[in-house]
């Protein structure tokens, strides 16, 4: 069965204090990693997907890369408003679009 | 160009009710799936459809139900409604096996 374990469940940072989020993955064939951004009471917001181990994807203050068992997302000089759950979600090759989802990880940046 | 929207917002109703979820896709999105959002957890995927039928189920019971229009847009109906069937519910559309957007989501809260 297809899973994902994301850690911390829950980050403090002050603001401009770098760090990393993680998501492990257990996958019968990946089609493609998804990272998502959520506020509280609102959908997710597509960030990226990665599709294949060594790819990297940019956008503004955040970064994520993906190996064969996990993906990192790089969050560099944090501001407040970067402040949200980040869901890592996997979609198999076999079969159709599901995405299975791990349960996030909370991050508050503090000014 | 106008995203995934969802309708009502915010619905309450009391146990044993039958419940209707309204989504609209994205303009060129073909796909719709549903996914289930309980408080502090990931969305769980519900159901996905495509060419007015369901291609792909999760482990929901039968209470839930959908359907998909001619014009792509899509309903989410739960009957005999539990109280633990008070969550966050998202629809997501995509063009094909494409990226899944998100939208705003509905939150059902049984009484």
């Known amino acids: 069965e297809d899973q994902v374990t994301q850690s911390p469940e829950a980050l403090r940072l002050q603001e401009g204090e770098s760090s990393s989020l993680n998501c492990s993955y257990t996958?019968?064939?990946?089609?493609?990693l998804f990272w998502y951004r959520q506020d509280p009471g609102k959908g997710p917001e597509f960030l990226f997907t990665?599709?294949?181990a060594g790819e990297e994807k940019e956008k503004e203050r955040l970064k994520a890369t993906l190996t064969k068992k996990e993906s990192f997302l790089h969050i560099t000089a944090p501001k407040p408003e970067d402040s949200a759950t980040y869901l890592c979600?996997?979609?198999?090759?076999?079969?159709?679009?599901?995405?299975?989802f791990g349960t996030g990880t909370r991050l508050l940046v503090s000014p | 160009d106008a995203g995934v929207t969802q309708s009502p917002t915010h619905l309450i109703k009391t146990r044993g009710q039958q419940v209707t979820l309204r989504c609209s896709p994205k303009?060129?999105?073909?796909?719709v799936s549903w996914y289930q959002q309980a408080l502090g957890q990931g969305p769980q995927f519900i159901f996905q459809?495509?060419?007015?039928?369901?291609?792909q189920r999760g482990n929901f019971p039968d209470r839930f139900s959908g359907h998909q229009f001619p014009n792509y847009s899509s309903e989410l109906n739960v009957n005999a409604l539990l109280l633990g069937d008070s969550a966050l519910y998202l629809c997501?559309?995509?063009?094909?096996?494409?990226?899944?957007?998100f939208g705003p989501g509905t939150r059902l809260t049984v009484l």
């Open positions: 997501a559309s995509s063009l094909g096996t494409d990226t899944q957007y």
């Open positions: 996958v019968s064939g990946l089609r493609g």
């Open positions: 990665l599709y294949s």
């Open positions: 979600a996997v979609q198999a090759k076999t079969g159709f679009q599901k995405l299975v």
């Open positions: 303009s060129g999105h073909d796909t």
């Open positions: 459809y495509y060419e007015e039928e369901e291609r």
